[in-house]
């Protein structure tokens, strides 16, 4: 036994970090197994998704037939929250503390407030649907306590998002910041996997009480996670804690004046918030397509939300391959816009064949696009930012993702509902009020490939403006790269150049 094992101990130390993804990003100071641990913040942040865009939602519109409306309504709450995402990762770029933390503390309070929301949200719901004795209570208890359910989870799940990939970025070099988000965001599909399989398991057998048993579970299990991810992690740097008292920085607005004035940065949040109404209107319906249209079962659905996101892990290791070979990341993103396309096609096409195995592929090819869309403008959010503005960097991105997600969450059930209120919608066919809502989103992702295709013209147009004439041939089309020497003369790049010359104009 012990012989096998150590062969196997080997086996594994012989592999190359090139067959390991994102194991290049640790080093002595920073080992894979601190990094990991670190990432445990998104597995509960994937658990959270799953709840509520999986397992939740099913559970209110077919066992507790509460409307899709007030669902969507209700899921895309936590989404008000997400304009907030820049905001947060700012105010802990600048925290002041006694010990010299800045991003502990946001971790830690985003981590209560998810606790607050599952703790309560179960009672909240069978409230809301008027279960048993809940039939005779008002109608503003079950709907304000489970707002303020979904309300709290929200603001959690962006908070800890958002610093927690700021620290992440904290303690890497910044020439290694975009894998280690990259690691962080593979962690995430991670924790929604498990979490889809173990909650579909859990609630084979519905029924309200083990509803509850598996939310609140969520919540001890929540707690628990983050503060192991977060142990020992920040370092207490009381030298800092004292210089943060006497610097001055620039206000919010000043700070993202200076982000948003990068010449493709709009641009970039456009492509960012076309891409993910494409990929994320459908969330809220897929299990209930599943469910009214395919008679898959609970179990069945929510281990839907696993097929998703294994397809998101994949697009995931795909886009981290391409980048390490030098790919644009606007390139990825275009290829996985792409990718949605013929995914929502066959999801479309599902319903009527009565196929639940198209329906399955549909959800996986789409989960990939999402996955190689989401790594390619993450990336290319990381990469024009200045290095002093990470936390700011990732919450824009987060924020419109976010936002741009809630609306189209919220579009989604609404269409749905609306058709199904039409006049004789009982002769309709069960995939009808499904169908114009991903058609709506192929559009989307039409809309997002032009956006793209004028995005790279841009960037093209830029580079042959600002980079000299090659040397070579004398042809004016070929820029010239600066020379290895020339930059390691001055000890700085001409991305930090470029930084500190913004910084300056501001």
């Not at 985003?110 to 809940?134: C, E, K, N, R, W």
């Not at 909650?199 to 939310?215: A, E």
């Amino acid at each position: 036994m012990f012989r096998t094992r150590d062969f196997a101990l080997r086996k594994i130390r012989q592999i190359g970090p090139r067959y390991m993804p994102f194991a290049d990003v640790a080093n002595e100071d920073l080992p894979l197994s601190r990094l990991l641990r670190l990432s445990l913040f998104q597995v509960t942040v994937g658990m959270a998704l799953v709840l509520l865009l999986g397992t939740l939602n099913r559970v209110m519109i077919v066992e507790l037939e509460v409307p899709a409306t007030l669902v969507g309504v209700m899921i895309s709450l936590p989404l008000l929250f997400a304009p907030l995402r820049a905001l947060i990762g700012y105010r802990s770029d600048i925290h002041k503390s006694a010990l010299g933390w800045r991003r502990v503390p946001y971790i830690w309070k985003g981590t209560m407030l998810q606790f607050g929301g599952f703790a309560i949200m179960p009672f909240a719901l069978l409230v809301l649907s008027g279960y048993d004795q809940a039939a005779d209570a008002p109608l503003w208890i079950g709907y304000s306590s489970a707002a303020l359910a979904f309300l709290l989870v929200g603001a959690g799940v962006h908070t800890v998002q958002t610093v927690g990939l700021a620290l992440a970025t904290d303690l890497v070099p910044v020439e290694e910041q975009p894998k280690v988000v990259g690691l962080m965001y593979v962690m995430l599909l991670v924790g929604m996997i498990a979490a889809a399989l173990i909650f579909g398991y859990l609630l084979q057998d519905y029924t309200p009480g083990k509803l509850v048993q598996v939310v609140q579970g969520a919540a001890v299990v929540t707690i628990a996670l983050n503060l192991l991810a977060l142990w020992k992690q920040e370092p207490r740097d009381r030298a800092r804690a004292a210089r943060m008292e006497t610097e001055t920085h620039a206000d919010f607005i000043d700070a993202w004046r200076l982000f948003v004035r990068g010449k493709t940065a709009v641009g970039l949040l456009v492509v960012i918030a076309l891409g993910t109404m494409g990929f994320g209107m459908a969330d809220v319906l897929l299990e209930p397509y599943g469910g009214q249209v395919l008679d898959l079962s609970v179990a069945m659905t929510t281990r839907l939300t696993a097929v998703l996101a294994l397809g998101g892990l994949i697009g995931f290791a795909i886009a981290s391959r391409v980048l390490l070979n030098g790919r644009d990341p606007i390139d990825v993103a275009w290829l996985g816009t792409l990718a949605g396309i013929p995914a929502f096609a066959a999801i479309i096409a599902a319903g009527p064949l009565g196929e639940p195995a198209l329906f399955v592929a549909g959800t996986w090819l789409a989960g990939l696009g999402a996955g190689l869309f989401g790594h390619g403008t993450l990336t290319a959010t990381m990469r024009s930012a200045p290095r002093e503005q990470v936390g700011l960097a990732l919450g824009a991105w987060g924020a419109v993702q976010a936002t741009a997600a809630g609306i189209a969450v919220a579009l989604g059930g609404i269409i749905r509902d609306l058709i199904t209120a039409l006049p004789g919608a009982e002769t309709f066919r069960p995939e009808a009020p499904y169908t114009p809502v991903f058609t709506l989103e192929l559009l989307l992702l039409l809309a997002a490939l032009f956006a793209i295709t004028l995005l790279r013209g841009r960037q093209a147009r830029q580079q042959s403006q600002t980079k000299p004439m090659s040397n070579r041939g004398g042809r004016p089309d070929v820029p010239a790269a600066p020379t290895e020497t020339a930059l390691h003369s001055t000890g700085r790049t001409e991305r930090e150049t470029h930084d500190d010359t913004r910084l300056t104009a501001l």
